[in-house]
């Protein structure tokens, strides 16, 4: 089992950046890849960004390739998305999930509760 808190969230202007943590417990962290996902208002959540276990590897949607960066710290069992040059669009309750490298949902076994984003224009 694999529990996921995310955390950093809040109010932005578009421009700004955030950086969200997603702490994880059990030792399985390290032979986990991770994943952040998001869903705006009305919308189905959609991939954000993944990394695998070593970290060597990270895949981006097109929307926030540049912009976004997904790293992992396995001595702190966390994972972190930094988000830059924040857009409206952005705003969503982003998700924080361990399962395979993949870039869609059903690649991941375990998620978080979710953290709100919110761009203001």
Do not use: H
Not at 43 to 57: L, S, T, W
Request: proline fraction near 2%; aromatic fraction near 12%.
């Amino acid at each position: 089992q694999v529990q996921l808190v995310e955390s950093g969230g809040g109010l932005v202007q578009a421009g700004g950046s955030l950086r969200l943590s997603c702490a994880a417990s059990g030792r399985t962290f390290r032979r986990i890849a991770m994943g952040w996902f998001r869903q705006a208002p009305g919308k189905e959540r959609e991939f954000v960004a993944a990394i695998n276990v070593i970290g060597g590897n990270t895949n981006y949607a097109d929307s926030v390739k540049g912009r976004f960066t997904i790293s992992r710290d396995n001595a702190k069992n966390t994972v972190y998305l930094q988000m830059n040059s924040l857009k409206p669009e952005d705003t969503a309750v982003y998700y924080c999930a361990a399962g395979l490298y993949r870039d869609y949902e059903a690649g991941y076994d375990y998620w978080g509760q979710g953290t709100q984003v919110t761009v203001s224009s």
